[in-house]
């Protein structure tokens, strides 16, 4: 079955320091892999995605994300992390038949001044 | 588009009353998904809807909880009756196709509290 696991309950970074946000996934075959953000009171959005291709992916709000199948992890960055970044992200996973997400708990983002 | 549309926001009940969440998918998209997140359980997919048909319910908790999709542009998630456990805020996502590739957008959700 599949399953991911976000290591990192909470993160406190300053602001202007970089980020990384840790995913681990359990999934036989390739998966398609996920991150959303949610921040107070909202809805998920979609950060970026991977299906293929090129394993450093980019996504919105000067995120990216490097799928790694030796270690089955497909961790989140950003260079340089800004205040509003601060938020709930969930990392999820999806089979190729593709009809649901399975998410990880989240990770909850602090930025401090 | 004005997205993936839920309704109340917010919902406050008392225990043993009947709860309908309500929601909107995205014009065009085929696919229709409740989920409920919880601070033990996180997200959980409870049921989808394609082309308006029920697909997977395996994640409805118990036969309090019921989902309808009566046509492409409006989903009802009914709990009757509710208890405390059911506390929860409740997303509803919609898509367009199956491939694993594909968003899925979510609405902002409905905060349950049952007293």
């Known amino acids: 079955a599949q399953s991911v696991t976000q290591p990192d309950i909470h993160i406190t970074v300053s602001e202007g320091a970089s980020l990384e946000l840790r995913c681990n996934y359990s999934y036989g075959a390739t998966p398609y892999l996920f991150w959303y953000v949610q921040s107070p009171g909202q809805g998920l959005q979609l950060l970026l995605k991977?299906?293929?291709?090129?394993?450093l992916v980019q996504g919105i709000k000067g995120f990216e994300a490097e799928f790694k199948r030796s270690q089955s992890s497909f961790n989140l960055r950003k260079p340089s992390v800004h205040w509003s970044d601060a938020a709930e992200y969930f990392c999820?996973?999806?089979?190729?038949?593709?009809?649901?997400?399975?998410f990880g708990k989240g990770t909850s983002l602090l930025v401090t001044p | 588009d004005a997205g993936v549309i839920q309704s109340p926001r917010h919902e406050v009940t008392e225990m043993g009353q009947e709860v309908t969440l309500r929601c909107k998918p995205i014009s065009g998209h085929d696919y229709l998904f409740w989920y409920r997140q919880t601070m033990m359980r996180g997200l959980e997919l409870l049921i989808y809807?394609?082309?308006?048909?029920?697909?997977?319910d395996s994640g409805m908790p118990e036969d309090r909880f019921s989902a309808k999709m009566p046509n492409a542009s409006f989903s009802t998630l009914k709990i009757q009756p509710s208890e405390p456990r059911d506390s929860a805020v409740y997303f509803c996502a919609s898509r367009q196709g199956l491939a694993g590739t594909d968003t899925q957008y979510f609405g902002p959700g409905t905060r349950l509290t049952v007293l």
């Open positions: 809807f394609n082309n308006n048909v029920p697909i997977d």
């Open positions: 999820a996973v999806s089979s190729n038949s593709g009809y649901a997400l399975n």
């Open positions: 991977y299906f293929s291709g090129d394993t």
